[in-house]
């Protein structure tokens, strides 16, 4: 009867009509395959005769029959129709309209290698072990598994020539190292196109200031052998582009943080990284804190001694304010019997994660909970008496004082082995002081300040050492072959990081920002 219905149907010469006849012609077809149905259902239902038992056995069957007429007749009506039935109930999705590269949706395989590529090759760029005349890089990983430390330096930053960018990061959890290596490559970006951005001086910085729940930035406490103070905090003394270039950094890191968060390939929910980032321009230092990594300033006392003063504060959760501000937002602070001094977040109804640091990227288990990604931003303007600045993550702090890697690194033979020198006696540290401790990932920075003559040509001596490196099979030597015009004492042995793979998703082009003062 339907096939019959059917073919009556098709026979016939009249167009079908568009727009709102198609949904009359769908209820047309609903009503007749169910007035099918009632027809089929009735001769199902009529008295097969037999016993009770046979009776209500062959209800249940017909009734099963009457299920599967109906939709067969629902089906053949609706095709015989011409209409596609869970086609037309779902509206038609259009089509997106592409977006600029690098917004929104993670790139192409291809492009992020190529991009990777062309951000390793920038000039006057080391991410990994290595020197030129006004730095020194090195990182070891520890016997905790794989290396969750990355470090950056980045002479001629924003394509200035008296301008260097530098930064240690310092993963945790099971995608730390991830994480790190991430912002190494693209927190220098965001930072540096922020900086060129003149609206963005302007920005206020209100939310940003809502991730941190309007935080300041930590009090400055003594700390052991060393006192942590700037002397332009004390005169209250700033540059006239420091407000601006403060905002940058913290605009810099929120960005960078939202970027972790929306990353489809890195979960950073039980995963982050510590960073410190310091930005030279003439005689001006820029730093950026986050977490519990360190920077600290080598410079000569009235008695031309060499003496340490810590630039920044280790953001650790037995800090008042940063305690006061994570109990507020019903986190937990409490160390564990085993290490009864090492304060550590969790979650308000859960004993995890355990996080030893009140700031840092990702994390965002705890981000409702009171950790933040804002950074403390401070300023310290370079004397002829400062030599060097430290940076390092805290496998280094951890076993080593201040004054002992400030001592330390004047002791290196060469600036260039300074970084590698500080690495390897922080390992001797940590097996003579903790034995039975596994030693932790350690990766150093150290910049150097007055090389007024080296600083002219350090860009180029770079370049050439970076092409002029051979890797060996070995994973901690490397055999380095100086090409024409390069010092050997710019060289030692360096180790490679030869499972690295940087995921960035934009790259590096000049910037340009206005002067800070400078003298001389």
């Not at 727009?19 to 009529?46: D, F, I, K, P, Y």
């Not at 249940?60 to 209409?83: K, T, W």
């Not at 500080?422 to 150097?448: G, M």
Request: glycine letters at 10%.
């Amino acid at each position: 009867m339907v096939e019959a219905a059917a073919g009556r149907r098709s026979g016939t010469s009249r167009r079908r009509p568009s727009g709102s006849g198609g949904e009359h012609q769908r209820l047309v077809a609903v009503a007749v395959a169910a007035r099918v149905v009632m027809v089929t259902t009735r001769s199902a239902a009529a008295p097969a005769g037999g016993g009770g038992g046979a009776g209500a056995a062959g209800e249940v069957q017909g009734g099963g029959l009457c299920m599967e007429d109906f939709f067969h007749c629902l089906l053949g009506v609706l095709g015989a129709l011409g209409v596609s039935w869970g086609a037309a109930a779902r509206p038609r999705r259009q089509p997106r309209p592409p977006l600029p590269r690098g917004v929104g949706a993670a790139p192409a395989p291809a492009d992020v290698r190529r991009f990777a590529a062309e951000l390793r090759a920038t000039p006057g760029r080391i991410a990994g072990n290595g020197a030129c005349a006004v730095a020194s890089l090195y990182t070891l990983q520890g016997k905790k598994g794989v290396n969750q430390d990355a470090m950056i330096f980045w002479e001629n930053f924003c394509s200035r020539d008296d301008t260097i960018f530098c930064g240690v990061f310092d993963g945790h959890g099971p995608y730390g190292h991830l994480v790190a290596k991430r912002v190494r490559d693209l927190l220098p970006v965001k930072l540096g196109a922020d900086l060129a951005m003149e609206d963005g001086r302007e920005i206020s910085t209100s939310s940003i200031k809502s991730n941190s729940n309007e935080v300041g930035s930590p009090e400055h406490k003594d700390r052991g052998d060393t006192v942590i103070f700037s002397e332009a905090e004390q005169n209250g003394e700033y540059p006239e582009m420091f407000p601006a270039l403060r905002t940058s950094f913290l605009k810099a890191f929120h960005v960078m943080d939202r970027d972790l968060k929306l990353h489809k390939n890195i979960d950073c929910f039980f995963s982050g990284t510590t960073a410190v980032a310091v930005i030279k321009q003439g005689l001006n230092l820029i730093i950026g804190n986050l977490g519990d990594s360190r920077a600290v300033l080598g410079t000569r006392d009235e008695n031309n001694q060499l003496v340490a003063i810590q630039l920044t504060v280790d953001l650790k959760p037995n800090i008042p304010s940063e305690a006061h501000r994570i109990r507020q937002r019903r986190g937990r602070i409490f160390a564990l019997p085993e290490e009864p001094e090492v304060a550590r977040v969790w979650l308000p109804k859960y004993n995890s994660p355990g996080l030893a640091m009140a700031r840092a990227f990702g994390d965002f288990c705890l981000k409702d909970h009171g950790v933040i990604s804002m950074p403390d931003v401070s300023y310290h303007r370079i004397t002829e008496k400062d030599e060097f600045v430290v940076l390092a993550t805290d496998g280094v702090w951890d076993v080593l004082s201040n004054d002992e890697v400030v001592r330390i690194v004047s002791q290196a033979t060469s600036r260039a082995s300074a970084a590698r020198f500080l690495v390897e006696s922080a390992h001797r540290a940590w097996r003579t002081r903790f034995p039975t401790s596994k030693i932790d990932d350690c990766a150093v920075v150290c910049l150097f300040l007055n090389t007024d003559e080296a600083s002219e040509s350090s860009s180029s001596k770079s370049n050439n050492l970076a092409n002029a490196v051979e890797v060996s099979s070995d994973q901690h030597s490397t055999t380095v072959q100086l090409s024409t015009g390069v010092p050997a004492d710019l060289v030692t042995a360096l180790v490679t990081d030869g499972n690295e793979v940087s995921v960035v998703e934009t790259v590096a082009r000049p910037f340009t920002f206005k002067d800070l003062p400078k003298d001389g």
